[in-house]
């Protein structure tokens, strides 16, 4: 059994480390207020990792050279200070959804 808690933490790290992702799945403006996303949220941090992912995907998204899905083309990345943990982060991607 743990070796299955360690296998499913492993691939949450893999899968949230993603910020669009997490931006199309779980954090977007339509879907966001919704009952089973909020749980599905919920459920997500009570694991350590889930948190440490989505913290590492923010800062891998500003700090490293990416590909903005906004305008489709790689971006330099900035740096980033203890400020931008508190500054929302907002965009969308190319099908129209935002977040």
Same mark, same amino acid.
Request: overall charge negative.
């Given at each position: ?32 207020? !919704? &009952?089973?996303?909020?749980? %599905? ?6 694991? @350590?990792?889930?948190?440490?992912? #989505? !913290? &590492?995907?923010?800062?891998? %998204? ?6 903005? @899905?906004?305008?489709?083309?790689? #971006?330099?990345?900035?740096?980033y200070t203890w400020t931008d943990f508190f500054t929302p982060d907002e965009g969308s991607v190319v099908g129209g959804i935002h977040w």
């Amino acid at each position: 059994m743990a070796y299955v808690f360690v296998l499913v933490t492993i691939i949450f790290q893999i899968m949230f480390s993603q910020q669009n992702v997490n931006h199309v799945f779980l954090f977007n403006d339509a879907t966001r207020d !919704t &009952f089973t996303v909020g749980l %599905m949220r919920m459920i997500f941090y009570l694991f @350590p990792t889930f948190t440490v992912s #989505v !913290t &590492f995907g923010e800062i891998s %998204m500003v700090a490293s050279t990416h590909m903005d @899905p906004a305008i489709v083309s790689w #971006v330099k990345g900035l740096k980033y200070t203890w400020t931008d943990f508190f500054t929302p982060d907002e965009g969308s991607v190319v099908g129209g959804i935002h977040w």
